[in-house]
Structures are given as structure tokens and as C-alpha cells.
């Protein structure tokens, strides 16, 4: 350590003489400072996204739009594209797609301003320079993957050709205060594929996730620094494009029939209540170890919720598979769904019902207990919107429309037996 001060310190530098180079930094007031979310915003037609994005796209705001292969990026911004041309210049750049594929998207999506245009290039340095002509209010970047920068011999989408072909679009964007989107492709586990670096470079990080089959599909901000991150939108695609849902709940649970193993679990995307309807399903196991699978929700939270199940409430799961599943694609990330994972598997283990005039949340404890669940209240308004009668949710909410629930085994006997 001593020793390698000293060979640091060799050469006599500034820092052994004590003194120091650089000079005084310019400072401002703080107090006289325009903040910088003070811009303009380009407002897309999604009224959600607008509100995820806390107002729109600033301008001069670098935006990563990270979602797997397929679920809609290039569609999503195709229409974003299509919108705020109408009003401002639009440029969008593809690495992966030819002028005349994108047209046909276009074509089909309705994007046919004048000042919508289009290129198709792989060269970081000549997006860069593009930007830096300022000639554009909004840049779109698909992919950061397909890029590379000359000075720079590793393959495109390797960390040094993301990081760096970012770096010069981001300095390029903020020169001329052009708002830039970059796509970002993420592998199957929902990671940032090599550009994980990116996620601090840029202003926004959108995620877009969701079914790629089908389902709804859901965008939110994972950083936000000019707004929130609890906001979300919710989308389905169409034929024509994709679409806001605006009434996700009534959305989810129309194709609802009230047979065993279905609870409706009043949950949280973001900051929005949703009612979201859980299935599960029972069936004996052949041999070997019981199969459980788990669609939209924790794996290793059903395991745990299973054991629970087992201990606190006598029911007999070890000879069966369970499968459970959210219904219409969602991912659930609430601990307040255990109370309804709970009762879906012991009324399809039962084969009785739960009556059509509850929905249900609350935490699930080691001890069979119910704890309290955040958001309640917010929970609760969702639920009577749609026409639910009551709730079964924790104690602790004091609201008439919820029936306390302390422990679980008194739970199920008295709703699913
Ligand atoms: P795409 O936006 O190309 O996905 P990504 O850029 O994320 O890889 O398209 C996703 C899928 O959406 C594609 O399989 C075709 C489908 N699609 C529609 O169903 N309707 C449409 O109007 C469009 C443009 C695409
Ligand atoms: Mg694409």
C-alpha cells in the first residue's frame, strides 16, 4: 500500500508539494436555476405512458426502452412516432429493419406525417452526428445492440460498443437538447442484454413487459428522473397497433366463471389498484416429487405458502400438483396476493367455490397469520367500483366493506368449506 502511494506520488506531482491544480469552479445560485423538467414535453396519444413518463418525453431526455425480442417496442414507438410528428420533426433510425419493413408498419399503424423520416444505419458515430445537427426534436435509436463505433473493434452489442455508441448519442442529445429513445433488447430472465451500464447513463428506463402471446403487456418506469417510478401503463396489442386498457380490471375479469380454485385478488400495479383473478388447480400426483408450477407469480413464494398451508391448516398438499396462474398475463409483485394464492389452492383442493361477492388480499405469515396489506384503502375503492360486496382482508383495515380475516385456518373453514 505504502508503496504503491509513493510510486503514484513519483514524478513529483502536484499532490506531494501539497498543492493543487484546476482552477475554482463556476457555481450559480441554486434559487435562480430553471429546473430542467421546466422543458417542453412531446405528449405521445397514450395518456398512461404520458403519466409514466411523468408529463411526456422532455426534450433533451434519453429515454431506454428495454423489453424482450417480440413484445412490441419498435410497434409501441412506431406509434409514438406517428403521434408527435405530427406537430414536430421525427427521426427513426433502425439497425434491424429495412426502410421498406418499417414502412409497412407505419402503413399499418397510420404514421404518414411529412415530418416523419427515417434511416437505416448501425453507425453510432453517424447517429451521434445526425442528432448533433439538431435538425430533429425526437431521435429513435433501434437497437443500441445493432450499433458500433468505428474507433472500436468489438463486435456490436459487446459492453464497450453499448456503453460507448450511448455515451456519444447521450452527449449528442443533451448538446442539442433532442429528446432520444434507445431500445434495448433483454434476454429471457429480464435482464439488460450486455447494456446493464446504460441504465445509469441515461434520464429514463422504461421496462415493457408482459405476455408475448397475448395478455396484456405493461410499461413502466424502472428509474424516472423527472418523475415517478409507481406509475404504469397497461396495453393489449390490436391489429391495429397497440392499445391503452383503460378499465384493466373489468378487462381481466370478463371472461370469468366462478368455478373452484378461483379467487379475485384486489392487487397493486405500480400505483394503480387492480382486481386480478388468481386459478389454481389440484391434481393428484403419479409418482415421484408433487409438481408445482407458478404462472405470474413467485415460485418460491408458492413453495413457501404451500408449506405454510400445510402446517397451519392440516390440508394434505404433499400427494398433489398444483398449478397456479394469474390470469391475463400479469406478473404479480405483491406480497398482499398471498391471502388469495392461499385460498385458491384450498378451494380447488376442496372443489368448493368461493362466493362471486368477495375479493381477497392480505399478507400470508409463517404462523398462518394475516398481516396487513399496503394500500387498502385503494384496494377497497377498486373492489366497489366493479360491484364487489366485501372483502376478506386483514384486520387491521377498519373499513365495512372488508371482513377481518386474522388466521388463515379460520379463514378457509369458514369461506371454503
Ligand atoms: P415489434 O414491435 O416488432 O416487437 P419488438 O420491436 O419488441 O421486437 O412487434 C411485436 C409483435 O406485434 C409482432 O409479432 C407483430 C405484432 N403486431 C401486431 O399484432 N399488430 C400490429 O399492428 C403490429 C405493428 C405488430
Ligand atoms: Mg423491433
Known amino acids: 500500500m505504502e508503496q504503491a502511494l509513493e510510486t503514484a506520488g513519483a514524478g513529483k506531482s502536484a499532490v ?46 434519453v429515454m431506454l426502452l428495454a423489453g424482450q425480442p417480440g413484445i412490441g417496442k419498435s410497434t409501441l414507438l412506431m406509434q409514438i412516432c406517428a403521434e408527435i410528428s405530427k406537430g414536430h420533426d421525427v427521426l427513426y433510425v433502425s439497425g434491424e429493419e429495412s426502410a421498406g419493413q418499417v414502412k409497412l408498419r407505419a402503413e399499418r399503424l397510420g404514421a404518414d406525417s411529412e415530418r416523419l423520416n427515417f434511416a437505416a444505419s448501425t453507425s453510432g458515430n453517424d447517429i ?30 459487446t459492453v464497450s460498443q453499448v456503453t460507448n455508441c450511448g455515451n456519444l448519442i447521450i452527449r449528442a442529445a443533451k448538446a442539442t437538447d433532442t429528446a432520444v429513445v434507445i431500445v434495448g433488447h433483454v434476454t429471457k430472465d429480464g435482464t439488460l442484454a450486455g447494456p446493464k451500464v446504460l441504465e445509469h ?10 405476455d408475448r402471446y397475448g395478455g396484456f403487456k405493461t410499461v413502466r418506469a424502472v428509474k424516472n428522473r423527472f418523475g415517478s417510478t409507481n406509475e404504469v401503463a397497461i396495453f393489449e396489442m390490436a391489429e391495429s397497433g397497440l392499445k391503452e386498457v383503460q378499465n384493466p380490471s373489468a378487462a381481466l375479469l370478463a371472461e370469468r366463471t366462478n368455478t373452484d380454485g378461483s379467487v379475485i385478488l384486489a392487487t397493486l400495479e405500480g400505483n394503480r389498484p387492480i382486481l386480478v383473478e388468481i386459478q389454481a388447480l389440484a391434481t393428484p400426483t403419479n409418482f415421484g416429487y408433487p409438481k408445482r408450477t407458478a404462472s405470474g ?36 409483485n405483491d406480497s398482499a396476493a398471498d391471502l388469495a394464492i392461499c385460498m385458491a389452492i384450498a378451494s380447488a383442493v376442496a372443489g368448493r367455490k ?36 366485501h372483502a376478506i382482508g386483514p384486520s387491521t383495515v377498519h373499513d365495512k366493506f372488508v371482513i377481518p380475516a386474522k388466521d388463515l385456518r379460520e379463514t378457509l373453514i369458514r369461506y371454503v368449506k
Open 128 to 157: 451521434a452526428k445526425t442528432i448533433e445537427t439538431g435538425e430533429f426534436d425526437l431521435v429513435i435509436v433501434d437497437s443500441i445492440q445493432t450499433l458500433a463505433m468505428d474507433e472500436i473493434s468489438s463486435a456490436p452489442g
Open 16 to 61: 506531494s508539494k501539497g498543492q493543487v491544480s484546476g482552477k475554482k469552479l463556476d457555481f450559480v445560485k441554486l434559487k435562480t436555476v430553471v429546473p430542467s423538467d421546466a422543458k417542453a414535453r412531446l405528449l405521445t396519444e397514450f395518456s398512461d405512458l404520458n403519466t409514466v413518463l411523468g408529463g411526456g418525453i422532455l426534450m433533451g431526455s
Open 201 to 210: 447513463l441515461v434520464d429514463v428506463v422504461l421496462n415493457f413487459e408482459g
Open 354 to 389: 368461493l362466493g362471486e361477492e368477495y375479493v381477497v388480499f392480505g399478507e400470508v405469515g409463517l404462523g398462518g397469520e394475516i398481516r396487513s396489506a399496503f394500500r387498502a384503502d385503494q384496494r377497497i375503492a377498486e373492489a366497489r367500483k366493479l360491484g364487489f360486496l
Open 297 to 332: 407469480f413467485d415460485l418460491n413464494r408458492l413453495n413457501l405458502l404451500i408449506a405454510v398451508l400445510e402446517r397451519r391448516t392440516k390440508l394434505k398438499l404433499s400427494d398433489k400438483d398444483i398449478f397456479v396462474n394469474v390470469v391475463g398475463g400479469m406478473k404479480l
